[in-house]
T-cell receptor, first 112, second 117 residues
Framework: GESVGLHLPTLSVQEGDNSIINCAYS??????FIWYKQESGKGPQFIID?????DKRQGQRVTVLLNKTVKHLSLQIAATQPGDSAVYFC???????????FGKGTRLSVIA | GAVVSQHPSWVICKSGTSVKIECRSL??????MFWYRQFPKQSLMLMAT?????????EQGVEKDKFLINHASLTLSTLTVTSAHPEDSSFYIC?????????????FGPGTRLTVL
């Protein structure tokens, strides 16, 4: 069936470097995408979202890129900090009021 | 962003007992809430969609008689794990849809760690 997955299950980066977390989705009807950050023992925290009519959206230190042609989503974190260490999930939905479908998650480890 | 709380944050119970978990939207009214469970090192698995004033919609494979969901008000949904067994031990997380978000962004609670002995 349709699913959202991730290319890399783990990612280690040096403090201060930029991080890129990737996500592939298979549902061509997906219209809304969200990135969540989950720290150990906590619930997912909203980071940034993007609609399918956009290809880029920026937040504070984070940027989400959407390539609908290849059905690929990425999260870029600038100047990665130790506090960014967590598991990052992408999630998608084809339309409003339908549940989100979550990817498998990528663990980001920041090396001080 | 919107704030969602859960209570309790952790619970330990004996096999065969029932456990109730509360999910509250603190600064907005949520007509729709969701319940997920998450096993270690795995992603979130949607259990059910909770709609205020109506029956919950359960995902395939989730026993509705075992996982009772009640959404009695616009700010509260409860999940009751009935006759809990060790295999029900998991991290249960709720989320609420922000009605002011055009696309109904979901905000998550902090989760409840359930351990069944």
């Amino acid at each position: 069936g349709e699913s959202v997955g991730l290319h890399l299950p783990t990612l280690s980066v040096q403090e201060g470097d930029n991080s890129i977390i990737n996500c592939a989705y298979s549902n061509s009807a997906s219209d809304y995408f969200i990135w969540y950050k989950q720290e150990s023992g906590k619930g997912p925290q909203f980071i940034i979202d993007i609609r399918s009519n956009m290809d880029k959206r920026q937040g504070q230190r984070v940027t989400v890129l959407l390539n609908k042609t290849v059905k690929h989503l990425s999260l870029q974190i600038a100047a990665t900090q130790p506090g960014d260490s967590a598991v990052y999930f992408c999630a998608e939905t084809p339309r409003r009021n339908t549940p989100l479908v979550f990817g498998k998650g990528t663990r980001l480890s920041v090396i001080a | 962003g919107a704030v969602v709380s859960q209570h309790p944050s952790w619970v330990i119970c004996k096999s065969g007992t029932s456990v109730k978990i509360e999910c509250r939207s603190l600064d907005f009214q949520a007509t729709t809430m969701f319940w997920y469970r998450q096993f270690p090192k795995q992603s979130l698995m949607l259990m059910a969609t909770s709609n205020e004033g109506s029956k919950a919609t359960y995902e395939q494979g989730v026993e509705k008689d075992k996982f009772l969901i009640n959404h009695a008000s616009l700010t509260l949904s409860t999940l009751t794990v009935t006759s809990a067994h060790p295999e029900d031990s998991s991290f249960y997380i709720c989320s609420a849809r922000d009605p002011l978000s055009v696309w109904g962004t979901q905000y998550f609670g902090p989760g409840t760690r359930l351990t069944v002995l």
